[in-house]
Every structure is written in C-alpha cells, then in structure tokens.
C-alpha cells in the first residue's frame, strides 16, 4: 500500500500518548497486528509503558521487538497447519487450542528478537496481563529475557480451551482477559495521562456470556476465586466499554480507540487464512485512515 506523500512527511511527528492497551481475543488480534505493523512503518510511535492482554501481549512483543509481520506469519501458518486448533482435542490435555505446539512453532520457525526486545524494555515498559489460578486476580508481568515466551503462554491460557493454566515464576496462571480485559485502571494507576487502546471487537460493541464461560460458571461454581470470573466477568467487561466511549475523566486524563467498524472474521473457532489475511489488512486500513486523520489534518 503506498503511502500519501502528506502522511510520510509527517511519520516523525510526536502523538500524544504515553500508554497503549492491546485487548485480547486470540486469533481476533489479526486486526490488532496490522494495527501496529502500520504503526511500525508510520513512526514508529513510542509509548512509556504497553499493557498486552493474551494475544494482544504477543503483538505487543512483535512490536516492540521490531518483528514486521511477524504475529500474521504465524497465525497464518499455525490454522494451516492443523495442529493448533482441533475440534478432536478438545478433551485433551492440551484442548482446542494447544499452545505447547504455539510455543514449539515459534521457537523453532520464527523466534523472537530477545536481544531487541529488551532493548526496547529499556525505553518502554511491557506488561503481560495474567490472571492468578489461585486468587481470581490479575497479575501484571514484567518479562525479561528467555522467559518472555513463557509469560506469553501464561496470558493465553484459556480455561476449558488450552491446557488451562500454567506455572510460570512459581505461581499458576492464565488468561489474563478474564481479570482484566481492558486494563484501563492499571493504566491510569501506573500514571498514564493519553492512553491509546487497541481493541478487537468495535467501539461499544458488549459481549455476552460465552458458552465456555457458561460451562466454566457450573465447572468452577464451588471455587469462591474463579466463579465469579466466568459469571460476571463480561458484565466487567462491558463497563469498561462505556467508559472509554466517553474519550477521558474528570482529571483531564484522556483516552482513545483505535477498533474494528465491524465484526471481525476471526471471531469464530473455524477460521483459515484467508480470515486472518482480511482482519490483517482491515487493521492496516484502520490504522492508516486514523493516522491521516491524526497527524495530516491536526
């Protein structure tokens, strides 16, 4: 896609925002990765602190290891493949979704740049969004070094979906999209003043119970921690919603969306890469429109 010659002379221009936020939503974050593959090329845009939730923690390591392209490669090659997601593993121990064969793939066919990673740690700090097994809270993970892969899967680990949950620095964990989907308090906490948010489903767009969260709400009914995740957790979810439509609070602290206009086509457990391959490119076609916008007629 070429570039408008009033955008490309404009690429270093400074954008306002000390904080991103990267929603989750597994295969969804297609749309996210062109998001920030544009933002790469654009600016690319630096930010003081990113806070990535499951596989929105993965493009955020692509993009701050300076990995072009690199979650929509793998996600392409890992539905191809047929061993990622198999509806006949669902009772497994790995599930739907293995990520033991995620980690695998990426270790072997497209590691990430450890050494440019903690580079950029140097200038932003990169938190991994988790959820405690034990405790029903979030955790927020500073990675560092080799164990980056290992947070990663931690975020990702979806109850009654993949292997469930994973130890990772001694403690279980697992997705951290049902503790915190939308960390905009973390990140008004950590002092964040102009927030951007990168979101996979579109603006004031709420979610419903999912079947999985229904089954999880009677799974875990006795564990006084976990249940109310999967019972409530989306109405949690859906306040977050209406908050960041209001744009900032009452103590001048400002946030904006950068989301799909539409539902996406991975929003569904039988996704190819032609699926991937639109929400990619709609990501990159979201992002340059609003990037026009932003930095051309500001």
């Not at 920030?36 to 630096?46: E, I, Q, R």
């Not at 955020?60 to 061993?83: C, N, P, W």
Request: with cysteine.
């Amino acid at each position: 896609m070429a570039l408008p010659s009033d955008v490309t002379s404009s690429q270093n221009k400074r954008l306002p925002y000390d904080t991103l936020i990267l929603e989750g939503g597994s295969l969804r974050c297609a749309f996210s990765a062109g998001v920030m593959d544009a933002l790469m090329l654009l600016g690319p845009v630096s930010f003081e602190r990113i806070l990535g939730v499951s596989a929105g923690a993965m493009v955020m390591a692509t993009y701050l290891s300076g990995q072009y392209k690199h979650f929509y490669r793998i996600s392409r090659e890992l539905v191809v493949d047929g061993k990622f997601i198999r509806f006949s593993s669902a009772w497994s121990k790995e599930g739907l979704m293995n990520l033991t064969h995620l980690k695998a793939h990426v270790m072997r066919h497209a590691p990430l740049n450890l050494d440019a990673l903690s580079s950029a740690q140097q200038r932003t700090k990169a938190i991994v969004v988790t959820t405690c097994y034990d405790e029903g809270i979030p955790k927020y993970i500073t990675p560092e070094g080799r164990d980056w892969l290992d947070a990663l899967v931690a975020s990702a680990s979806l109850p009654l979906v993949t292997r469930g949950k994973v130890k990772f620095r001694g403690e279980w964990m697992f997705d951290g999209g049902y503790s915190d989907p939308l960390p905009l308090d973390k990140a008004l906490e950590l002092g964040g003043q102009n927030i951007l948010v990168v979101r996979t489903r579109p603006m004031g767009d709420h979610a419903t119970q999912s079947y999985v969260d229904s089954f999880g709400s009677y799974w875990y009914s006795q564990n006084e921690a976990l249940a109310p995740l999967f019972e409530q957790g989306y109405e949690r979810y859906n306040d977050t919603v209406d908050r960041l439509l209001k744009g900032g609070d009452n103590h001048g602290r400002t946030w904006e969306e950068i989301a799909p206009p539409f539902p996406l086509k991975t929003d569904s457990w039988t996704v190819g890469s032609q699926e991937i391959g639109e929400d990619y490119r709609l990501g990159v076609e979201t992002v340059m429109n609003w990037w026009a916008h932003k930095v051309v007629l500001d």
